[in-house]
């Protein structure tokens, strides 16, 4: 093994999940586990306790995630052997965080530690639960002598609603524990494509000559979802686009497309690389928030939560990466609910050749787009103009190379968080966000928050099932470019 190489055994842990019985314990968490259960990565003494403010036993928790892996897990992916050791690593403890009663449950577990004793088994606490929590919940655990050197805690995103407060809460966090113990996650960086990317990047050669703004025209990040806010319109209704996806996974997918290459893949170098792209993101303030954002609600969305409100629930924007790399080339991000499609892609767009030789090609030719599609169907597709076969003279026709995982590897791929959680267990940070990186990310998105609140930017609306605003095709139209849709 190489110093830089990670051991990828994965020690036994106590697990334990703040927010135990929500929506993302649920739906993501849970079945994520039971899919690294089915492939036998859990250590035999791994527990996984559930903490919530609901009464529930043991033996409530456990039905409780049976149901949703039922609900959750095709069922073709469902095996009893499974399930069963899952369910069985099961506990609950019910807790209320902001309350310091009811917290010697919690010690009792953790102290009771299973198999070769306490100094072996790497305690991880998930807090899925919201970031003014954070804090309180560290403290208490503190308090009650549950953090040693052993133990890692993940945090869940947005930290924070903008960078005071996400410093009030990552200095809470960092009074218990060191930064090398804090995993910030952002799923979007678990998806196999997105590190499929730093592979196409870093693990080939012929790219690299050509990724800088002397070849590529510009960039498109699309996020597009087709449901809206369902079940999470408090959250969602404080936070709104801005911050619950561009400031973490668009901005992140734009750093790997725009970072130089690291020295290794691992923790530090890639988080340093990443990094360097946030700052050198052109800031945008005053009239230039008017000019490259646009803000959107879909017409539905007061109905859904429950009156009006001027919440964005999509963004578009353009923005720069000003660096000898990447000077002058756009960077257009979009994002949105209740949109047309279920959709996420990255589209690097390349400059068209410099002549036209080919007779009759004027026009016909289309620039060369490299598409990573995170999904539907993870994969990536070269763009290029083809001959099209036959004796008739050259003529041209589109065509690309694609590369499909389902029919490339023969394997289900992971969701993002089944790859997340190993990796907190095996204790490896590389795609997880540094302090320093997500505050460089509100450091870049609070001016446009301000502005738009200093010129009562309202959102301008679209109807559900669309493509977002118009005013997000005109953003882009006006510079002679068009969303790849
Ligand atoms: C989450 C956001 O981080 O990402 C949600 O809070 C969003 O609002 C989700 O729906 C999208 O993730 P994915 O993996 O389904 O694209």
Known sequence: MSAHTPDLAVPACDFTVFGGTGDLALRKLLPGLYQRERQHNLHPDTRIIGVSRHDLDHDGYRDLVTQALFEHIPDDQLEAGALHRLVSRLHHLRLDATDPEGWDGLHSLLKDTPGDGAEETIRVYYLAVGSDLFGPVCERLDDLGLVTPQCRVVLEKPIGSDLASSRVVNDAVGRVFEESQVYRIDHYLGKESVQNLLVTRFANIFLEPIWNSRWVDHVQITVAETLGVAGRGDYYDQAGALRDMVQNHLLQMLCLVAMEPPTYVGGDPVRDEKLKVLRALTPLTGADVDRFTVRGQYTTYGEEIGGPSTTETFVALRAEVQNWRWAGVPFYLRTGKRLATKESTIEVVFKEPPHAMFPHSEGVTTPNRL?????????????????????????????????????????????????????????????FMRRDEVEAAWAWVEPILDQWDRAGVEPVRYHPGTNGPAAAATLIAREGRTWQE
């Open 371 to 431: 598409t990573i599609r995170m999904q539907p169907d993870e994969g990536m597709q070269l763009h290029l103009t083809a001959k099209h076969p036959g004796p008739g003279g050259i003529r041209l026709h589109p065509a690309s190379l694609d590369l499909s995982y389902d029919h490339a590897f023969d394997e289900r791929s992971p969701d993002a968080y089944e790859r997340l959680l190993l990796d907190v267990m095996r204790g490896i940070p590389t795609l």
